[in-house]
């Protein structure tokens, strides 16, 4: 089984500029969360996907927003770029379901954007 | 709102010394916990994960971790480092809510750990 892929791996961009991050999720996987790692920190949720709707967000502006395919495979994108979105974007996808050893998240590689 | 704290960003060991990574949560309701290892660039690996049961709970690579509720601390421990567990280790708090919650993660800072021959 293939596991979850990012891309691009590495992208630079300027500040106002936009982004799109994509993702390829596990297969058999329905959920989808993005995370932003910031260089020296821990991951923070950004939002998750579940059946191609939005289930949850964390405390991130609108200028963040995301999709989900009928594949499963979803995108990030970023609006106006500010030099604070430099960091690491990671996509992660799970079952959903509600058996605990069913839904353990499977993280991809990461998209590592750069904004000057 | 949940919270995660590492303490000490970054540990030094021996090679086949023992391994503790602190990881102390806040949380208002029982949480279900984790700790995820990240090779550099990579993404991040379960290594192991406690949601309800038995309080000592065993992953891979012969890490476990101890759920202790009176001190809301959830340490990772290895009896013996070895040079490959060198990695960045991040501990991580959600509470149940159905199986999509375990996608919504708060994670602490991170542990650097290196281990020296």
């Known amino acids: 089984e293939t596991g979850v892929t990012q891309s691009p791996t590495h992208l630079i961009k300027t500040r106002g500029q936009q982004v799109t991050l994509r993702c390829s999720s596990q297969?058999?996987?329905?959920?989808v969360s993005w995370y932003q790692q910031a260089l020296g920190q821990g991951p923070q949720f950004i939002f998750q996907y579940y059946r191609e709707e939005e289930n949850g967000r964390g405390n991130f502006p609108p200028r963040f927003s995301g999709l989900q395919f009928p594949n499963y495979s979803s995108e990030l994108n970023v609006n106006a770029l500010e030099l604070d979105d430099s960091a690491l974007y990671l996509c992660?996808?799970?079952?959903?379901?509600?058996?605990?050893?069913?839904?353990?998240?499977?993280f991809g590689a990461g998209s590592r954007l750069t904004v000057l | 709102a949940q919270s995660v704290t590492q303490l000490g960003s970054h540990v030094s060991v021996s090679e086949g010394a023992l391994v503790l990574l602190r990881c102390n949560y806040s949380s208002s309701v029982p949480p279900y916990l984790f700790w995820y290892v990240q090779y550099p660039n990579q993404g991040l690996q379960l290594l192991l994960k406690y949601t309800t049961g038995a309080t000592l709970v065993k992953g891979i690579n012969g890490f476990e971790a101890e759920f202790k509720k009176s001190e809301t601390s959830f340490h990772l421990t290895k009896p013996s480092a070895h040079m490959s567990d060198a990695a960045e280790y991040f501990c991580a708090v959600t509470s149940p809510g159905g199986g999509t919650s375990y996608g919504k993660l708060t994670f602490g800072q991170g542990t650097i750990l290196t281990v020296h021959p």
């Open positions: 297969s058999g996987h329905n959920t």
């Open positions: 992660a996808s799970s079952t959903g379901q509600t058996s605990s050893g069913a839904n353990v998240l499977t």
